[in-house]
């Protein structure tokens, strides 16, 4: 199979992107939040676990901390109880204790706006500063790679990287800088809803003739 140019692969995202955004109008973080903090917070808890659980247990966790103040200030005992139905209840709570004991020393309480303010804090890295940025600022600062993105970008040809700094800087190559948000939205929506890990189904998949994988997996 002839390598693709850049311009061919470009010119053949702008075609996935189009069927992508037909497919999932209405794409968006699947993480129930009504401010940047809480944002932040599920973000932090989405870390190996659905967004599905995150949601069930931040129902009641944001209606009893409210502030970054109130998270600074907690028990540590107490907030892992909080959180126990999480995946890896007890370093997220010590990560989220940190993380709002540094926005309240640093930031008044608020949640930053760029990218160097948000990995300074604890259980922040480039990913979840890119959700926060992209989600509750509208700032297109990096590309989100989760691991549908990572999973999606390479079955589609888009990149061969497999860390995800690196898979990042070849779609922020690729992808229009206002639509890095939405890239993300889509990819996720498309890995959780067709293209899955094991047994992607390719043949509804709306973007099927624009994938280089088609064809290479079968049902189990």
Not at 28 to 42: K, S
Not at 64 to 78: C, N, V, W
Not at 97 to 125: F, S, W, Y
Not at 154 to 164: F, H, I, Y
């Amino acid at each position: 199979m002839p390598r693709e140019s850049f311009e061919a692969k470009k010119s053949r995202l702008t075609e996935i992107l189009r069927r992508l955004q037909l497919a999932y109008p209405d794409a968006h973080c699947e993480l129930n939040y009504r401010n940047p903090l809480e944002l932040l917070i599920a973000t932090i808890l989405s870390a190996q676990c659905s967004d599905k659980q995150v949601n069930i247990v931040t129902k009641r966790l944001f209606e009893k901390y409210r502030s970054a103040a109130d998270y600074a200030a907690a028990e540590l005992p107490g907030l892992e109880e909080d959180l126990r139905a999480i995946g890896l209840f007890r370093n997220k709570a010590k990560s989220i204790k940190a993380c709002c004991q540094k926005l309240v020393e640093r930031h008044e309480g608020e949640v930053p706006r760029t990218m160097e303010d948000l990995i300074e804090l604890n259980g922040v890295g480039r990913k979840t500063a890119n959700v926060i940025l992209g989600n509750a600022f509208n700032v297109s600062s990096g590309i989100v790679v989760d691991t549908h993105v990572a999973r999606l970008s390479q079955r589609l040809g888009l990149t061969k990287q497999t860390n995800p700094e690196k898979i990042e800087a070849d779609l922020q190559r690729l992808v229009p800088r206002e639509q890095w948000t939405l890239f993300s939205h889509w990819l996720i929506w498309h890995g959780r809803r067709r293209c899955y890990a094991r047994n992607p189904d390719c043949p509804q998949c709306e973007v099927r003739e624009l994938c280089p994988s088609r064809g290479l997996f079968r049902k189990a």
